[in-house]
Every structure is written in C-alpha cells, then in structure tokens.
C-alpha cells in the first residue's frame, strides 16, 4: 500500500519555502526551486499518493513511474500529477533543477474543474519532455509565477490561475512522451495495486456533499489508462474476484457504514456512493444482503 502525503509532509522536505499559505477559501497554493527539496538518489520505487495536484519543470536525469508506466528523463521535462494516481521521481544525476508548484483543486474551483483536463485524467499524457527552447519557454513562466506569489499585488491569485492555465493549455498542445509498461515483480500485481489505491482514495465518505467519482470498471480503466479487459484480467488473476465484484463489495461496505453512523436520508446515501436514484440503491443493496436500506438501520439501531 502506498503511503499518503499530506500538504504538511510536503512541506517537511522544503528547505526555503516561498510562503506557507493556510488552506482558506481560495485553496492552496504555492511553488519551490526544485533545488530548495531534500531529493534522495536512488531511493527504491515506492508509489505515493497527494492530496494536491502538482506541475513540475524539471532538467535532470531520472525515471518517472506514474501509473504502471516508466519514462526515463534526461533533459527537461514538464510532470502533471493529480492526486488519484500514485507516482514516483526517481532522480538519477544529482543535479536537478527547475520547479514545482503545488495547488488544491479548491484553488480552482471556482473557475474550472481543474482535474478534468487531459494531463491531469490520463498518465500517458502527464509526462511532456521539452526541446531547449521550450524549457525556456516554461521556465520564464514559471519564474513569473514564483515572483508574483511574493509580491503584495491584491489580485494575484486570478494572475496565478492564469499563468498556470497557460502552461496546461501549452502542455496539452504537445506530444507526450511515452513509457514502458513498468512491469516491476508482476505486471498484474502492479495493476492490483493501483486500482486497489484508486478504490480506496474515495473512501470514506464523510461528508453527503461528497461523492464517489470512480464505480464502474470501465471509470477505473480510463483513470489507469488499460483496456478494461486487460484490468479484469490482472484483478481476477491476483484476487480471483472482477473488478465489478470489488467495486461493489467496497460500495456495499461503505453503505453500511454510513447506514448505522449517520442520520442521512437514504437518497443521500444513494447519491453519495454513485447512484443516480435512490431505487437503484435499494435493489443494489437488497441484492446482495437480502434485506433493504433501511430495515437494515432499523435493525442496527435495535
């Protein structure tokens, strides 16, 4: 199981930090010089998850393993990733330079669904190697981001979201570098576990104005970018159930949790975990336990 990184865990590896903004309603946002993160050498892989999205400019030499792809860097590159996806830098040449700018998807909410753009929904399009004129390009934008964050100009967030949706736009114009399948131990392992931090990302669900993205196996596969029968295949291979079969076992788990704990009324329950009506809750959850939403509180609140 991969490890999750909070903003704060972030920060701990930051040795000059710009600013630390508290989280407000404006979200979070902030950048670094790549040179000012403790970076080890060679760690070995181990995929983490964010609860923010990242843009990297980078000029080095490493490997990129994001999703169960592996691109090897050497020049400049630009990284976009969102934090569904578990990922891992690996730096190879000790030195490394150019920056990161880390944001919430608060940040942009009112503005745009900022996890709906390509280089942030599909992994084989979040890695965009650079020639030398366009690391140029993209370092001269983000030097324009990092002094604006310092500066006392009022409406310097609308200028940031700009600025960053200019190097979305521009990146999404490019061709995207492509990777090999990284294999690791088992191909299907690899899978597995991927899908296994996808599913439980969503969960749990602590709050009725929040719902489940991910419920179907075609949703998962588009998110890991495989065919959906090449998905069905590793899961059944490593845990002998579907990927429908999982999906609704953690559904069904999480129903019942949230049947027991808290006083919402079923058709929030429904909404919440993905149903688009509250019937097809009832029969999805009398299907499987024989009994209905709500005689099932009924007899756990006995």
């Given at each position: 199981?991969?490890?999750?990184?909070?903003?704060?865990?972030f920060y701990k590896n930051v040795r000059n930090p710009v600013q630390e903004p508290a989280n407000n309603e404006i979200g979070h946002f902030n950048i670094f010089r790549v040179e000012d993160l403790w970076l080890s050498k060679h760690r070995s892989v181990n995929y983490n998850r964010r609860d923010f999205f990242k843009i990297s400019l980078v000029t080095g030499q490493g490997?990129?393993?994001?999703?169960?792809?592996?691109?090897?860097?050497?020049?400049?590159?630009?990284?976009?990733t969102n934090p569904m996806i578990p990922y891992f830098w690996e730096t190879i040449s000790e030195e490394q330079t150019g920056y990161v700018c880390i944001f919430t998807e608060a940040f942009f909410n009112r503005f745009n669904s900022i996890s709906e753009y390509p280089v942030f929904q599909h992994p084989d399009m979040a890695v965009i190697p650079l020639t030398t004129e366009e690391a140029i390009e993209y370092d001269n934008l983000f030097v324009k981001i990092y002094a604006e964050l310092q500066s006392e100009y009022v409406y310097k967030y609308d200028l940031l979201r700009n600025l960053v949706m200019e190097i979305i736009h521009g990146a999404q114009k490019m061709q995207p570098a492509h990777g090999n399948k990284h294999i690791g131990s088992n191909a299907s392992e690899r899978i597995a576990g991927l899908f296994a931090e996808l599913l439980e990302r969503q969960f749990p669900?602590?709050?009725?104005?929040?719902?489940?993205?991910l419920n179907s196996a075609s949703a998962f596969a588009t998110q890991l970018n495989i065919h959906v029968n090449h998905l069905n295949k590793a899961l059944k291979e490593i845990t002998g159930q579907t990927t429908t079969q999982l999906i609704n076992d953690r559904i069904l788990q999480e129903a019942k949790i949230l049947l027991r704990s808290t006083t919402w009324t079923i058709a929030e329950i429904a909404w919440s975990l993905g149903f688009e009506e509250p019937n097809h809750f009832s029969s999805f959850f009398k299907t499987r336990i024989n009994t209905t939403p709500k005689n099932f509180r009924l007899s756990a609140n006995d």
């Open positions: 199981m991969s490890r999750f990184v909070e903003l704060k865990s490997k990129i393993y994001y999703a169960d792809q592996c691109i090897e860097a050497n020049g400049s590159v630009l990284v976009f669900v602590e709050f009725n104005n929040q719902r489940i993205k």
